[in-house]
C-alpha cells in the first residue's frame, strides 16, 4: 500500500469532520512517527516530508554504510554492498537516504496505523467541538431533533454537532419529532473520555431570561434589564424587570399592547404563566408586588431570618399561594425570603403548628410550604386541592382533616 494510498482514505475525515487539510498532516506524521517508533525503537533516523497542498506524504530512512557483514544495528546501518544498489558511488561511512514503504512494516502495524490515526483524527474533532461549546455555554441555541428517547431528545446542529436535551430539561407540555428545531440554551459541555457531551436545557430560568432578550428590543439594548427570573417549567414563572431610564416603562416594554410582545415567549414555553413585575429596592413593596395579584394587608420582615409574615383577607389567600401552590413558591424565589401567610379577621383560626402532638412535623411543613398554616386555611379547600398543592399522600390529608375537623366540632 502506497503512502499517499493511505492519506486519500482518509479524506473523508477532512470532509466529514471539517479537519483542514494542514491538521490532518500534522496527525499523520505523529501517528507515522508513533508507529515507526514502536516498530524499531526509535524515528530519529527517519525523516517525514509533508505536501499539504497536494496531500502526498514521504517517509525516507537514513542510514550509515558499513562493511557487509558488519552491521549491527538493521534500522541505523545498510551494508555497502545494499547501499551500492541504491546508488553505484556509495562508500562505507556515508549517510544513505532510502524511501521507506509502508509495506516494509507489516500487515499488522499498518493495521493499528490506521486505528491510530481514526483514534487521533475523532479526538482532534471532539476537542474542537469541546472548545467551540465550552465557550457558550448560557448561549440560546436552536438545533434539530434527530432522535427522540425516552430519557432524552437527540439534538443535532447545522454542523453535525449533537447535543443532549434531557428528560429533565425539557418543560412538561414538550412534544418532540424528527425533525422539529428546538430552542433552548447550552447548558453545560464536558468532556466524557474523548467524546464532548453538550446538554441543552429548556427549563432554565435563563432560557426565559434569554427569550426576553430575543424577543424585546429594550432588553436587547441594554435599556431594560431583568434583575433576576424564576420559574416552574410549563406552569408559571415571574420575571423582575427594571430601567434606569423613568421614561421606559418596563413591565409595559416587556407585555406589549395586549400581551403581544411577551405571547411568543408563552407560547414557546407551552403556554407558562409569566408575571411581570417592576423591580424595587423597597423590599416590602417588592414582596407585594411578588405576591400579585393578591391584595396585602401589611408585611412582618425578619432580615435575619429572611422571612416575611403577609397578613390578607381571609378571600386574598388563595390569590397569594396561587394554583398548585405556585404563586407563594415563585414570589419566594424572586425575592429570597420565606414568605408565611395570614388571615385577618380569623379569630377563632388555630395554627396548624398547635396539632404537632396529633400531625407529624414534616407535614405541618408541607402544609406551610404552600401557605397553609391554620387549620381553617385547610378546612375552606376540597381533600383533592390538598393533595395537588402539597403532593401529600391522600391518606394523610384526609386524617389531617379528620383532626382539624374534630377539634371545632368539639
Given at each position: ?26 496527525i ?37 554504510v558499513?562493511?557487509?557483514g ?126 464532548p ?8 430560568p ?12 429594550e ?51 407551552g403556554?407558562?404563566?409569566i ?84 400531625i ?10 404552600v ?40
Amino acid at each position: 500500500m502506497e503512502n499517499i494510498a493511505l492519506i486519500d482514505s482518509f479524506s473523508e475525515f477532512k470532509d466529514e469532520k471539517f479537519i483542514d487539510r494542514v491538521t490532518l498532516m500534522v496527525i499523520l506524521e505523529e501517528v507515522f512517527r508513533n508507529t515507526l517508533t514502536k516498530k524499531f525503537g526509535t524515528d530519529e533516523n527517519f525523516d517525514i516530508i509533508i505536501n499539504p497542498d497536494k496531500g502526498d506524504l514521504e517517509i525516507w530512512r537514513n542510514r550509515i554504510v558499513v562493511e557487509d557483514g558488519k552491521v549491527e544495528d538493521p534500522n541505523a546501518e545498510i551494508e555497502l554492498k545494499d547501499a551500492v544498489k541504491i546508488e553505484p558511488d556509495f562508500e562505507v561511512g556515508e549517510e544513505v537516504s532510502e524511501e521507506f514503504k509502508l509495506i516494509d512494516l507489516g500487515r499488522r502495524s499498518i493495521q493499528s496505523l490506521r486505528q491510530n490515526l481514526v483514534a487521533k483524527v475523532f479526538e482532534h474533532d471532539s476537542n474542537n467541538t469541546y472548545n467551540q461549546f465550552k465557550d457558550r455555554v448560557g448561549e440560546i441555541f436552536t438545533a434539530e431533533v434527530h432522535h427522540v428517547r425516552s430519557r432524552e431528545v437527540i439534538l443535532l446542529d447545522d454542523d453535525g454537532n449533537e447535543l443532549i436535551l434531557p428528560k429533565d430539561r425539557q418543560i412538561p407540555k414538550d412534544f418532540f419529532r424528527k425533525g422539529d428545531n428546538v430552542r433552548g440554551i447550552i447548558e453545560s459541555v464536558e468532556l466524557r473520555g474523548n467524546k464532548p457531551r453538550i446538554v441543552f436545557s429548556r427549563t432554565s430560568p435563563l432560557f426565559l431570561e434569554k427569550l426576553f432578550e430575543q424577543e424585546i428590543p429594550e432588553v436587547f439594548d441594554g435599556l431594560i434589564s431583568i434583575i433576576k427570573a424564576v420559574r416552574i417549567p410549563g406552569e408559571k414563572a415571574k420575571v423582575a424587570v427594571d430601567s434606569y431610564d423613568d421614561r421606559i416603562d418596563p413591565v409595559g416594554a416587556c407585555v406589549g399592547m395586549k400581551g403581544s410582545r411577551i405571547h411568543g415567549i408563552v407560547r414557546e414555553l407551552g403556554n407558562e404563566n409569566i408575571d411581570v413585575i417592576n423591580y424595587t429596592n423597597n423590599t416590602q413593596l417588592f414582596i407585594t408586588r411578588a405576591l400579585s395579584p393578591a391584595k396585602i394587608n401589611t408585611l412582618k420582615i425578619d432580615e435575619e431570618e429572611k422571612r416575611v409574615q403577609v397578613f390578607l383577607d381571609p378571600e386574598e389567600v388563595s390569590r397569594a399561594i396561587g394554583k398548585g401552590g405556585f404563586n407563594i413558591r415563585l414570589a419566594g424565589k424572586l425575592t429570597g425570603y420565606e414568605i408565611d401567610v395570614y388571615r385577618e379577621g380569623a379569630e377563632e383560626d388555630v395554627e396548624l403548628k398547635e396539632f404537632s402532638d396529633e400531625i407529624d412535623d414534616w407535614v405541618i411543613e408541607e402544609f406551610r410550604k404552600v401557605g397553609l398554616d391554620s387549620a381553617k386555611s385547610i378546612l375552606e379547600l376540597e381533600a383533592e386541592d390538598l393533595i395537588k398543592r402539597t403532593d401529600l399522600e391522600k391518606e394523610t390529608v384526609m386524617d389531617v382533616l379528620k383532626i382539624l375537623k374534630e377539634e371545632f366540632e368539639d
